[in-house]
Protein backbone atom coordinates (compact mmCIF):
# COMPACT_ATOMS: atom_id res chain seq x y z
CA UNK A 1 0.00 0.00 0.00
CA UNK A 2 1.60 3.48 -1.06
CA UNK A 3 1.12 6.22 0.96
CA UNK A 4 1.06 10.31 -0.05
CA UNK A 5 3.03 11.90 2.91
CA UNK A 6 2.13 15.35 1.65
CA UNK A 7 2.06 16.74 -1.72
CA UNK A 8 2.73 20.40 -3.82
CA UNK A 9 2.10 22.16 -6.82
CA UNK A 10 5.63 22.97 -8.07
CA UNK A 11 6.59 24.66 -10.87
CA UNK A 12 10.39 23.25 -10.63
CA UNK A 13 10.14 19.74 -10.78
CA UNK A 14 9.10 19.32 -14.50
CA UNK A 15 10.09 22.04 -16.76
CA UNK A 16 7.55 23.63 -18.69
CA UNK A 17 5.02 22.11 -16.54
CA UNK A 18 2.73 22.74 -13.28
CA UNK A 19 3.05 19.66 -11.31
CA UNK A 20 1.05 18.07 -8.52
CA UNK A 21 3.97 16.97 -6.73
CA UNK A 22 2.84 13.69 -4.82
CA UNK A 23 5.70 13.23 -2.00
CA UNK A 24 5.40 9.14 -1.81
CA UNK A 25 6.39 7.78 2.05
CA UNK A 26 8.70 4.59 2.89
CA UNK A 27 11.17 5.25 0.59
CA UNK A 28 14.09 2.45 0.61
CA UNK A 29 16.84 4.42 -0.49
CA UNK A 30 18.34 6.56 2.43
CA UNK A 31 20.01 8.46 0.53
CA UNK A 32 23.03 10.37 2.73
CA UNK A 33 21.88 14.18 2.84
CA UNK A 34 18.43 13.54 1.23
CA UNK A 35 16.04 16.49 1.68
CA UNK A 36 13.37 14.93 2.97
CA UNK A 37 14.37 12.31 5.82
CA UNK A 38 10.83 12.24 6.51
CA UNK A 39 9.59 10.05 3.53
CA UNK A 40 11.79 7.26 4.33
CA UNK A 41 8.92 6.44 7.51
CA UNK A 42 5.66 4.63 6.40
CA UNK A 43 3.36 7.73 6.64
CA UNK A 44 0.64 9.60 5.03
CA UNK A 45 -2.77 8.89 3.80
CA UNK A 46 -3.19 5.92 1.63
CA UNK A 47 -3.12 6.80 -1.98
CA UNK A 48 -6.48 5.52 -3.40
CA UNK A 49 -8.90 6.78 -6.51
CA UNK A 50 -10.71 8.69 -3.97
CA UNK A 51 -7.38 10.67 -2.91
CA UNK A 52 -5.96 11.37 -6.60
CA UNK A 53 -9.19 12.13 -7.90
CA UNK A 54 -10.08 14.64 -4.93
CA UNK A 55 -6.14 16.07 -5.91
CA UNK A 56 -6.71 16.13 -9.71
CA UNK A 57 -10.42 17.64 -9.78
CA UNK A 58 -9.40 20.29 -6.64
CA UNK A 59 -6.29 21.59 -8.93
CA UNK A 60 -7.93 20.66 -12.27
CA UNK A 61 -6.78 22.36 -15.71
CA UNK A 62 -4.17 24.69 -13.23
CA UNK A 63 -2.10 21.53 -13.44
CA UNK A 64 -0.38 19.78 -16.46
CA UNK A 65 1.88 17.13 -14.49
CA UNK A 66 1.33 14.86 -11.95
CA UNK A 67 4.69 13.43 -10.82
CA UNK A 68 5.17 10.61 -8.13
CA UNK A 69 8.49 11.84 -5.74
CA UNK A 70 9.43 8.44 -4.63
CA UNK A 71 7.80 4.87 -4.29
CA UNK A 72 10.50 2.83 -4.81
CA UNK A 73 9.60 0.78 -2.56
CA UNK A 74 6.52 -0.46 -5.18
CA UNK A 75 7.34 0.47 -8.43
CA UNK A 76 4.89 -1.76 -10.03
CA UNK A 77 2.32 0.93 -7.57
CA UNK A 78 3.71 3.73 -9.19
CA UNK A 79 3.38 2.36 -12.84
CA UNK A 80 -0.34 1.53 -11.70
CA UNK A 81 -1.31 4.85 -10.35
CA UNK A 82 0.28 6.29 -13.44
CA UNK A 83 -1.46 4.54 -15.75
CA UNK A 84 -4.71 5.70 -13.80
CA UNK A 85 -3.76 9.13 -13.98
CA UNK A 86 -3.21 9.03 -17.73
CA UNK A 87 -7.29 7.56 -17.89
CA UNK A 88 -8.51 9.75 -15.85
CA UNK A 89 -12.17 10.86 -16.44
CA UNK A 90 -12.83 13.90 -18.24
CA UNK A 91 -15.45 14.92 -14.93
CA UNK A 92 -12.44 16.25 -13.12
CA UNK A 93 -11.29 18.36 -15.62
CA UNK A 94 -9.06 16.86 -17.81
CA UNK A 95 -9.71 14.62 -20.88
CA UNK A 96 -8.26 11.09 -21.14
CA UNK A 97 -4.27 11.29 -21.49
CA UNK A 98 -4.32 15.23 -21.45
CA UNK A 99 -2.19 15.11 -18.05
CA UNK A 100 1.55 13.70 -18.31
CA UNK A 101 3.06 11.88 -15.36
CA UNK A 102 5.93 11.79 -14.38
CA UNK A 103 8.78 9.60 -11.57
CA UNK A 104 11.03 10.64 -9.76
CA UNK A 105 13.11 7.00 -8.26
CA UNK A 106 16.18 6.87 -6.62
CA UNK A 107 16.85 3.99 -8.30
CA UNK A 108 20.23 3.73 -10.33
CA UNK A 109 18.68 3.41 -13.94
CA UNK A 110 18.16 5.27 -17.75
CA UNK A 111 15.06 4.14 -19.49
CA UNK A 112 17.28 1.89 -21.79
CA UNK A 113 17.76 -0.12 -18.79
CA UNK A 114 15.42 -0.35 -16.84
CA UNK A 115 13.52 -3.87 -18.20
CA UNK A 116 17.12 -5.09 -18.36
CA UNK A 117 18.17 -4.47 -14.49
CA UNK A 118 15.16 -4.92 -13.03
CA UNK A 119 12.01 -7.61 -12.79
CA UNK A 120 9.57 -5.14 -13.51
CA UNK A 121 6.74 -6.35 -15.49
CA UNK A 122 5.33 -2.79 -16.80
CA UNK A 123 6.66 -0.79 -19.63
CA UNK A 124 8.41 2.68 -18.77
CA UNK A 125 6.22 4.59 -21.87
CA UNK A 126 3.40 4.54 -19.00
CA UNK A 127 5.56 8.14 -18.16
CA UNK A 128 6.35 11.18 -19.73
CA UNK A 129 9.53 12.10 -17.77
CA UNK A 130 11.33 10.34 -15.34
CA UNK A 131 14.46 11.16 -13.34
CA UNK A 132 16.96 8.22 -12.04
CA UNK A 133 19.52 7.80 -9.51
CA UNK A 134 19.96 8.01 -6.02
CA UNK A 135 21.10 11.74 -4.47
CA UNK A 136 24.64 11.44 -3.96
CA UNK A 137 25.59 14.39 -1.34
CA UNK A 138 29.37 15.01 -3.34
CA UNK A 139 28.03 14.90 -6.61
CA UNK A 140 24.59 17.28 -5.92
CA UNK A 141 21.27 17.10 -7.02
CA UNK A 142 20.04 18.08 -10.63
CA UNK A 143 21.08 21.61 -10.48
CA UNK A 144 24.71 20.36 -10.13
CA UNK A 145 26.98 19.75 -13.17
CA UNK A 146 28.56 16.87 -11.34
CA UNK A 147 25.27 15.40 -10.63
CA UNK A 148 24.50 11.25 -11.01
CA UNK A 149 20.89 11.74 -11.51
CA UNK A 150 19.65 12.36 -14.67
CA UNK A 151 16.12 13.40 -15.77
CA UNK A 152 14.85 12.52 -19.34
CA UNK A 153 11.58 13.42 -20.94
CA UNK A 154 9.91 11.26 -23.71
CA UNK A 155 8.81 12.27 -26.95
CA UNK A 156 7.13 8.83 -28.66
CA UNK A 157 9.39 5.60 -28.04
CA UNK A 158 12.50 7.60 -27.67
CA UNK A 159 14.30 9.00 -24.28
CA UNK A 160 15.79 12.71 -24.13
CA UNK A 161 18.06 13.63 -20.99
CA UNK A 162 17.07 17.00 -19.89
CA UNK A 163 19.07 16.87 -16.96
CA UNK A 164 21.07 20.43 -18.40
CA UNK A 165 17.86 21.59 -18.53
CA UNK A 166 18.36 22.34 -14.36
CA UNK A 167 21.07 24.22 -14.71
CA UNK A 168 19.80 27.20 -16.87
CA UNK A 169 19.73 30.15 -15.10
CA UNK A 170 15.63 30.86 -15.19
CA UNK A 171 16.21 34.22 -17.02
CA UNK A 172 18.08 32.13 -20.43
CA UNK A 173 16.09 31.35 -23.18
CA UNK A 174 15.85 27.74 -24.21
Partial sequence: MMRVASFDIVFQEIPGEVTLALNLSGCPCHC???HSP???EDTGEELDEAL?????????????????????QAPGEVAHWAEYVKNCPSSIGHRPSSLKVAWYSGRPLTP???????SFDFPLSTFDYVKFGPYVEALGGLKSPTTNQRFYKRSGDEWQDMTAVFRRSAFEKN
Wanted: proline share 0%; with cysteine.
Fill in 52 to 72: LDGLVERYGTMITCVAFMGGD
Fill in 32 to 34: KGC
Fill in 112 to 118: ETFNTQT
Fill in 38 to 40: HLW
